[in-house]
């Protein structure tokens, strides 16, 4: 519902604009009719614009009240000032003032005279309206979040000035066409000159407002997220990026113990600490990897080539396989011809100075260097890794994997057949491919009945995906690594996964043949078949897999009553302008982009509270790092089934969420959009520890880039 009205509000704000305009020329060249046959046929004209910019105006009020009524933060600010201050104000006045006259004019029951239509209680409403009407057409140019009662002042006082300008013009021509007035008798040299003059005035105001948007919106060459400082509450203050971070939330002060395994003598419980100090633990390690990154031309199983980045020569990267509890350490070797890389563990919560992000927790490793990471695996489930070095690109073109914790104890009865199921989209010699891992085309499998079978989705795009399951009934008995208390079985459902998101599908093989499809390869997927042979067309026709009613209750840390120590608003929107000296769509958080977007600052042991709404027209994968967060409630709407530990949360236009989640694991996390598109275009804030600090840069010489 919220999408559909906010799209059709979206292109009603465009269409208004034209239809206004002509509308109030149609109008305002009535009083020049030469004639009365010509008047009247003038007037037919203009009723019809009239009533249709008054209809579509209607329109627009209409999608402003459904969305209001949805919630009042949808409109409360840009949608508040276009429609109510800007539009309504017009057209009211062209319905009660203008209409009549027009509509009498068409009938042959008007005026006989055309002047008697110039008077400004005819033309000037049309005109007003359409000065109105740029608003909406311009909408998303306006900043959104900001101050409500500042936007209503200073667009108000617009209105006042533009609406004062028109009334004085509006009256000076009805004079001039009334004989009230004589007409200025101006050289027509002269008259060009000045309008000449005059396009060339504005043009270079333009010009120059639109060359110093692009120079303020550039990046440095070289920032710190340490650079200034901000106060974010109680008067401690905290260093802040680019023109600081801007610090977010209220606090109530309580405090709670923490511990979290860093290295010896690394705690960040006093003092300043740096994320160089948080590091993984010392000791022999139970397991050791090596990452090798480098370029390779890869082959899908269609036949097509992809010119990609691999982790070990294979896309995707190798599966790392763990235990719970073990002390694991990884090698990233860097054998790219001119790209640093990094890696990030993602959904473990990883010691700060283990966490891969270029500029924030280490240094990109650069060709021909090394970067070795040690942490012990808290976790048990389904993750990925990926570079956290320029990662739109990098995790686009394949440099990622799937990651496996297996449980310190074994489940009773493991699965016969575990399968880990990669869906992305590549960039091949033959166009876009959507491939499960390498297979763009239906991979056939074998799989005999009465075997248990576990499904590890992991969506390693950037967009949403929808799967289903068809051929037997299942369990989603895993979310982002974490355990379903006791999931019921489904059948026919749509699952949507997250970009960054991972689903676990356990079922038993029947004897009839079992399909894995997405939504946007049907002609792709995994079939499982008694002989390999077998298949079965996917149903995308049934219900969405609703996971906050999935499941049985069980106890939990906190929930919707718990006393939070601080509780952040983040809402999610989106603004054209420049951003980093190219004009882009930028992706907002409370009305701002990276490096200014809000700092979440926390103390160790805090529990905090967060809500994101989403008042744009896409989706925002929400990931934390560093840490799990539980899910409280949906469109207002607490939990019912299990408890759900995620660490992308997906907040799809219109949706509400709230999440909470206790601060026990010291450093500055990145928070952020995972469609990593929208992380360039600015989607990406910062949980900090007050007392934690980086000696890290974005930029410089390093070439960091932590998107």
């Known amino acids: 519902m919220y999408l559909a009205n906010a799209t059709l509000d979206f292109t009603l704000g465009l269409v208004l604009l034209p239809v206004w305009v002509l509308a109030a020329l149609a109008v305002r060249r009535l009083a020049t009719r030469p004639d009365a046959r010509r008047l009247r046929r003038g007037a037919r004209i203009a009723a019809v614009l009239v009533v249709l910019a008054l ?8 999608t402003f009240v459904q969305l209001a009524t949805i919630n009042w933060e949808f409109v409360q600010d840009r949608r508040a000032v276009t429609v109510l201050l800007l539009l309504l104000p017009g057209a009211l006045a062209t319905l009660v003032l203008s209409a009549r006259r027009v509509f009498a004019a068409a009938r042959r029951s008007g005026p006989d005279e055309p002047t008697e239509l110039a008077t400004p209680l005819v033309t000037f409403p049309p005109q007003l309206a359409a000065f109105g009407a740029l608003g909406g057409f311009f909408e998303q140019f306006l900043p959104p979040h900001r101050s409500a ?27 001039r066409l009334t004989g009230r007035r004589a007409a200025p008798q101006r050289p027509r040299g002269r008259r060009v000159a000045v309008r000449l003059a005059t396009t060339v005035v504005v043009v270079g105001v333009l010009a120059t407002l639109v060359t110093t948007a692009s ?32 610090a977010a939330g209220t606090s109530t002060g309580a405090e709670h113990a923490s511990t979290h395994d860093h290295g010896p003598g690394k705690s960040a419980g006093a003092g300043t600490v740096s994320v160089d100090d948080l590091k993984g633990p010392e000791g022999t390690p139970d397991r050791r990897y090596t990452l090798t990154a480098r370029e390779a031309k890869i082959k899908l199983a269609s036949g097509r080539t992809v010119d990609a980045w691999t982790f070990n020569g294979q896309i995707p990267g190798p599966e790392l396989r763990m235990k719970q509890g073990e002390l694991v350490e990884i090698t990233v070797v860097n054998r790219m011809k001119k790209t640093p890389v990094s890696v990030h563990w993602h959904g473990l919560d990883v010691p700060n100075g283990e966490d891969g992000v270029a500029g924030v927790t280490q240094d990109a490793t650069r060709p021909g260097g090394t970067h070795t990471y040690r942490f012990r695996v808290k976790e048990s489930g389904t993750f990925w890794y990926h570079s956290h070095q320029a990662a739109s690109e990098q995790v686009h073109r394949g440099l990622f994997g799937p990651l496996v914790i297996d449980p310190a104890e074994p489940p009773a009865r493991p699965a016969d057949q575990d399968v880990t199921v990669t869906a992305h989209t590549w960039d091949t010699s033959k166009g876009a ?20 079978m576990r499904l590890r989705l992991v969506n390693s795009d950037d967009n949403t995906r929808v799967f289903t399951l068809t051929g037997t009934p299942y369990k989603v008995v895993s979310i982002d690594g974490m355990d379903i208390n006791e999931p019921g079985e489904l059948t026919g459902r749509r699952l949507v996964l997250a970009g960054a998101g991972r689903m676990d599908l356990e079922f038993t093989m029947p004897d009839t043949p079992v399909r894995l499809a997405s939504e946007d390869a049907k002609d792709a997927g995994i079939a499982f078949s008694a002989d390999g042979r077998g298949s079965v067309d996917p149903d995308f026709g049934g219900p969405e897999f609703d996971k906050t009613s999935y499941g049985k209750p069980a106890p939990a840390p906190f929930d919707e009553n718990t006393e939070y120590d601080r509780t ?31 700092m979440l600052m926390v103390k160790e042991g805090e529990l905090i509270r967060v809500r994101f709404l989403n008042r744009g027209q896409e989706d925002h994968p929400m990931h934390l790092h560093g840490h799990h967060v539980m899910v409280l409630s949906r469109d207002g709407k607490p939990v019912t089934g299990s408890p759900i530990w995620q660490d992308t949360v997906l907040v799809r236009p219109g949706e509400e969420w709230e999440i909470a989640f206790k601060a026990d694991n010291p450093g500055i996390w990145m928070d952020h959009c995972h469609n990593l598109l929208h992380a360039t275009l600015g989607m990406v804030m910062h949980v900090a520890y007050e007392n934690v600090t980086t000696p890290y840069h974005v930029g410089g010489k390093a070439g960091n880039r932590p998107d």
């Open 215 to 246: 120079q303020r919106s550039k990046f440095p060459d070289t920032f710190s997220m340490m650079k200034g400082t901000m106060d974010y509450g109680g008067g401690t203050t905290f260093a802040a990026g680019h023109e600081g971070h801007h």
């Open 55 to 62: 209809l579509l105006s209607a329109g627009r009020l209409y």
């Open 568 to 598: 952040f608003d983040l809402v999610f929107d989106d603004w054209l302008g420049f951003y980093d000296g190219k004009f882009a769509l930028r992706q907002t958080i409370n009305g701002r982009v990276f490096p200014d977007a809000p």
């Open 149 to 175: 009662w500042l936007n209503y002042a200073v667009y108000g006082l617009v209105l006042i000035a533009g609406g004062l300008l028109l009334a004085v013009r509006t009256r000076r021509r009805a004079d």
């Open 433 to 452: 491919a959507t491939a499960l891992g390498t297979a763009d085309a239906l991979d056939r499998r074998t799989a005999k009945p009465g075997q248990k």
